[in-house]
């Protein structure tokens, strides 16, 4: 079930996620204009070279009260007039679908060369009125509607399952989140690169780091975001033009090897449920990440140089340790306690800060995660870089691990 | 982060080889004192905040917790006061962070307590906004002015991460390069190098356009100035605003020293205004004491000063002229279309739109002046004001104007273009900084 194409990311974008542009009082067209004209300029490619564009964006019809994202894709420049786009919708994992929508296209020798862009405007509410929001990516009506910060609890759910198979520490969920911000300080477009923060403070119980739901205290928690990225992916026959004008060899630019995809039951009690006595408590998330290591041909978890994965909340991250095979299942604490995800150790998590640190504009961050491992199989990852990373898979989660989407992306 | 091309890899192997565990910090409970401190926090184990008495260091710490929501601060920092703590802790510190007041004489007087008490390798750094650090330095010892610089952090230094580096004429080389790489890689810094020299950069130029909007606020009256030199140009707090933020009094301080001091070409715009002096004297001190540009009545009417009755006015009373062309200039910033917004605000007609012109013309010509005696390079300037003040750059506006424009404006205001500029190729990309997005500068008000 190898992919049928060699598809290649040419590079992109993102706006800094420190920004808040509601305060600027800026359109989250501007957003896309700014992240897609900043691909085009990195990456040397016209507007007109353009064949497709798709939109990963969760709710701006809630945030911003705008749907038919796509057709903003044409407000950027005038070459884009008559190019043909869509959005692409699945909770926090929208920026993923739009990536895989284009590779489809891609693949089936539709067009040569895709824009994908992922964008969200977070910061148009408050922060209860964005939680209710957010609610909507679970099943609303028997999870979401009514409760305050309904997406915390649920993840409090998923801590409190390892806990019941497993036993869980608080502790180790506080490194994880230590370590996503102690990345995120060398990464310049992190939204909490300046912030206060350190292990003691994400084990604090106090005022300062209060309980959102169960055991999901402050500091467990992914941000509210504004921010847009951008990916362009081309296929062989463009990348091979491409190289040529640029004059690089093929194999240095990366490849999107291979992708899985699967979608559970929306309801956390039915995914819970249904993996009862499983070896993985998230087994449809499991088989994504198995599906594209086997599409991408790579043998397991040790091929892998480095992880972007989605880490809403610290206890999805610690979900996604044993499901990418880094411990035996519900043995995460073991890769915290040993270093392995930490800058330096065998297979870093999250070099960017992930969601918590880097930040969550919902609808961007699956393309936000595939530029970043993009920038590292590339070396261009600065401050943040896995040194000689050659080979980085993502992980995107939609809802309570309902729609999840991973992607390997390599250099040869 | 970015500021400085040796400032590239990670801290891991700079971080073991610095020497700076820890660090006191005198004048712990004023704002610089106890943000700055907070900031060390985040980098080293030990951080002694000392103040007049033990009850104001403690109080420093309560609002270093505040101000960076964590208890945690607490759990690296010890208190104490001037009297009973001041020799054993600065005769065990690897750096000396002085925050007390704006006074030559006092910061003077510390220092040479501190000279006779130092370790022979510890920092002594000095936050300064303004004063000269070769003359705080005067009667010290060789050790001392080898060790001795300037570290001006912005308020509040959590949030804004721009900040100036000014070495002495004596100050070691290797030390000045340390402090930065530190700076840069262990507390998230924007550091720019400057002269010493009056106001250093960032508020030698942004307090030469907050003067100027003063100046004009006597003539158009303040809330006009404010609408013309607004967020459309470049800025998410507007002038005046900034002043009443900043405190009038610390105003007056920043712009009578330059103006003391520094004789330039743009002399007369940093003459404190009158109606300023005046209201001063009577308690008007901005934020701080309620009144400044802007006020509240006791009802929570929103009131603008017109500074030549010296009277507040309710601001929806005020009649203002005609500023389409600003709605305009926003609309475009709106939608992420800066080259055309900035195009729209230079073609805009009107005497309004030419003082608008005119402020910002003054701030490009008053900051490219400025290269070679202040900075280095253009990129300094641009660089404290995109991260210190939050003000477009000088440079980005040229960027974005283009050249030919920018040359016209400044021609058409009447200010002196700079012999950078009037040379360019206009090719040249002023700011080219990847990590930062220029659009942020631009607020569609």
């Known amino acids: 079930m190898a992919n049928s194409k060699n598809l290649y990311i040419l590079g992109g974008h993102q706006t800094d996620f420190a920004r808040n542009w509601s305060k600027e009082n800026k359109h989250f067209v501007a957003m896309m204009r700014e992240a897609v004209l900043g691909a085009l300029a990195s990456t040397g490619i016209e507007p007109k070279e353009i064949d497709v564009a798709h939109v990963g964006n969760f709710a701006a019809e809630l945030y911003a009260k705008q749907g038919h994202l796509g057709a903003f894709f044409n407000e950027i420049d005038p070459a884009f007039s008559g190019l043909p786009t869509s959005r692409h919708e699945a909770a926090c994992a929208s920026g993923s679908i739009a990536i895989l929508a284009a590779s489809a296209e891609l693949e089936a020798e539709r067009y040569d060369l895709a824009c994908v862009v992922g964008v969200e405007q977070m910061k148009t509410v408050g922060p209860g009125v964005g939680g209710d929001y957010l609610g909507t990516a679970a099943w609303y009506e028997f999870e979401a509607e009514g409760i305050e910060f309904p997406f915390p609890k649920l993840f409090g759910k998923l801590g409190d399952e390892y806990d019941k198979r497993y036993g869980l520490r608080d502790e180790h969920l506080a490194e994880i989140s230590a370590i996503n911000y102690d990345n995120a300080k060398h990464n310049p477009n992190a939204q909490t690169r300046t912030w206060y923060m350190n292990k003691d403070h994400a084990m604090s119980r106090d005022e300062h780091n209060g309980t959102i739901g169960g055991r999901i205290h402050i500091s467990d928690c992914s941000q509210v975001t504004d921010g847009a990225a951008v990916i362009l992916l081309a296929s062989e026959r463009f990348a091979t033009a491409y190289a040529k004008r640029r004059g690089v060899p093929l194999s240095s630019i990366p490849r999107l090897k291979g992708w899985g995809h699967h979608t559970a039951r929306l309801r956390f009690e039915d995914k819970v449920r249904e993996s009862a006595g499983a070896r993985f408590v998230l087994p449809h998330v499991r088989s994504t990440i198995t599906d594209a290591f086997e599409r991408a041909g790579v043998p397991d978890v040790s091929a892998i140089d480095g992880i972007e994965t989605h880490d809403c909340f610290t206890t999805s991250e610690y979900m996604a340790i044993d499901h990418f095979g880094l411990t035996a299942p519900g043995e995460s604490w073991k890769a915290v306690e040993e270093g392995t995800i930490a800058m330096g150790g065998a297979t870093p998590i999250n070099p960017s800060g992930g969601l918590i640190g880097a930040g969550h504009p919902v609808g961007a961050t699956g393309v936000r995660q595939t530029l970043d491992a993009y920038k590292q199989v590339r070396g261009e990852a600065g401050d943040y870089q896995v040194e000689g990373a050659k080979t980085f898979a993502t992980l995107n989660i939609g809802g309570s691990g309902t729609t999840s989407v991973s992607f390997v992306v390599g250099v040869d | ?445």
């Open chain 2, 1 to 445: 982060m970015l500021a400085t091309s040796e400032a590239k890899s990670r801290p891991a192997a700079a971080a073991t080889s610095h020497p700076i565990r820890h660090v006191v910090v005198l004048g712990a409970n004023g704002t610089m004192g106890f943000g700055s401190g907070a900031l060390f926090t985040s980098a080293v184990p030990r951080v002694t905040f000392l103040a007049r008495t033990k009850e104001k260091a403690e109080g420093g710490l309560g609002a270093a917790i505040r101000m960076v929501r964590s208890s945690t601060v607490a759990d690296r920092v010890d208190t104490g006061s001037y009297d009973a703590d001041f020799d054993r802790a600065v005769s065990e510190a690897d750096l000396i962070f002085e925050a007390v007041t704006e006074k030559l004489d006092l910061k003077r007087r510390f220092f040479e307590r501190i000279d006779a008490l130092r370790k022979p390798d510890s920092i002594v750094a000095t936050v300064t906004s303004g004063l000269s650090i070769n003359e705080l330095a005067e009667g010290r010892s060789a050790s001392f002015k080898k060790h001795f610089l300037g570290l001006h952090f912005f308020n509040p230094p959590n949030v804004i991460v721009g900040t100036e580096l000014i070495a002495g004429k004596e100050t070691d080389p290797a030390l000045v390069d340390l402090v930065e790489r530190y700076c840069t890689e262990r507390l998230g810094r924007v550091m720019v190098r400057t002269a010493d020299t009056p106001g250093f950069a960032g508020n030698r130029v942004g307090f030469k356009v907050l003067n100027e909007c003063a100046q004009l606020a006597e003539e158009h009256g303040a809330l006009l100035v404010d609408k013309l030199v607004g967020p459309y140009t470049g800025r998410a707090l507007t002038p005046l605003k900034t002043i009443d933020l900043v405190g009038w009094d610390i105003h007056r301080a920043i712009v009578d020293n330059i103006y003391a001091l520094a004789p330039d070409e743009a002399h007369e715009t940093l003459a404190l205004p009158k109606f300023m002096a005046a209201m001063m004297e009577k308690g008007t001190l901005g934020n701080k004491t309620g009144r400044g540009f802007f006020a509240k009545s006791d009802e929570g009417e929103r009131l603008a000063l017109d500074p030549r009755s010296k009277r507040y006015q309710p601001i929806k009373e005020i009649a203002l002229p005609d500023l389409g062309y600003i709605d305009e200039v926003a609309r475009l910033h709106h939608l992420g279309l800066y080259e055309q917004a900035m195009a729209a605000f230079a073609a805009a007609d009107g005497p309004y739109a030419a003082l608008a012109r005119k402020v910002i013309a003054g701030y490009i010509s008053y900051a490219f002046h400025r290269v070679g005696e202040v900075t280095e390079s253009i990129r300094g300037v641009d660089l404290i004001m995109g991260y210190g003040f939050n003000w477009a750059p000088p440079g980005v506006l040229v960027d974005t104007f283009g050249l030919e424009t920018t040359l016209r404006i400044l021609d058409e205001a009447g200010v002196p273009v700079p012999a950078l500029l009037a040379n360019a190729d206009p090719a040249t990309r002023w700011f080219d900084d990847p990590y930062t997005n220029t659009g942020k500068f631009f607020v569609a008000g």
